[in-house]
């Protein structure tokens, strides 16, 4: 019984971080086809929704200033 608990814990272990390298090795793939020009837009749209929400920031400490 002794050599069976440190055996499974051992197998779960490596299983476990052998799904984690794959899962990862997958989405780094998955990444890579990606073109740059779609990388490009996303990360475009991604700064258009930073700066709304600065403005929406600034509206609100003008709108807290003036009261």
Do not use: G, R, W, Y
């Amino acid at each position: 019984m002794k050599f069976l608990k440190p055996t499974i814990l051992i197998i779960s272990i490596t299983i476990l971080f052998t799904a984690c390298a794959s899962k990862v090795q997958t989405h780094v793939v998955e990444s890579e086809k990606e073109n740059v020009s779609t990388l490009l837009k996303k990360l475009i749209k991604k700064e258009q929704e930073i700066n709304k929400l600065n403005q929406k920031i600034e509206d609100c400490k003008e709108t807290q200033k003036s009261k």
